[in-house]
């Protein structure tokens, strides 16, 4: 069974190929370029090194966000073309748990975090494959209060921009069991998705439902219901 995972939701762009249980191709980039410009030449680089064709690919794997929301579109457009031309299924695959099973932390548990700005971050808390504290978009301060509540005396390890954002300020409140991953690697591994696609097949849909996952809208559309609900000054 051959996946072929992409992943543009933060700043990295990375593509990765999962034939049989094993990962025969990834990578990952983080540049100047756009993720619309990097991502066909990796997707072709992928599947001539690793000898493989897009024709038979069996799945393809995108992670839909939460993220950047010119980056979840852009991936989650790309699977879907492509899995349209191959007429092949696709699996959604979210890009906190994704981070969190890059991780890598079996003993303890995980919170992948991403910078959301506007003072806020995409956070979850997740012990191993279960997610204790669903995606949410909250401030730093509330997300914080949720992990200690959950997490009690058990180590915490924190991952992702966000938390590279606000490492000083996690620290001082917990204070104990916080731990926290080296910054290269902090970012989602388009491997693991492939892995977490792997164990889902049976949740494949056909590209046409596929969708970005968004937690708040975009900057504009809440810029633009600012000012539609703004209340009228009489002059």
Not at 4 to 13: I, Q
Not at 38 to 47: F, G, K, L, Q, R
Not at 159 to 183: R, S
Request: proline letters at 7%; a negative charge.
């Amino acid at each position: 069974m051959l996946i072929f995972s992409l992943d543009t939701s933060g700043p990295t762009a990375g593509v990765a190929l999962w034939l049989d249980g094993t990962i025969v191709y990834e990578a990952v980039v983080k540049n100047k370029m756009t993720h619309s410009e990097s991502i066909m030449p990796m997707t072709e680089e992928a599947y001539l090194r690793a000898g493989l064709n897009v024709k038979d690919t069996d799945y393809f794997c995108a992670v839909t966000g939460p993220g950047s929301f010119t980056g979840v579109r852009i991936g989650v457009t790309a699977v879907k073309a492509m899995a349209h031309a191959a007429q092949k299924p696709c699996i959604e695959v979210r890009a906190l748990e994704a981070m969190a099973r890059s991780a890598a932390f079996p003993s303890g548990l995980v919170c992948p975090m991403q910078d959301a700005r506007a003072g806020q971050v995409y956070a979850a808390l997740y012990d191993g494959s279960a997610a204790l504290l669903p995606d949410r978009a909250e401030a730093l301060t509330e997300v914080l209060a949720e992990v200690r509540a959950l997490s009690g005396e058990r180590p915490v390890l924190f991952t992702g921009d966000g938390m590279l954002a606000h490492q000083q300020e996690i620290a001082q409140a917990f204070e104990g069991p916080a731990l926290f991953a080296p910054a290269e690697n902090c970012f989602v591994r388009p491997a693991a998705a492939a892995a977490l696609a792997a164990e889902r097949t049976h949740l494949a849909v056909p590209d046409s439902d596929l969708h970005p996952f968004y937690l708040r809208p975009p900057q504009a559309v809440r810029q633009k219901n600012l000012v539609e609900h703004a209340p009228i000054q009489l002059r």
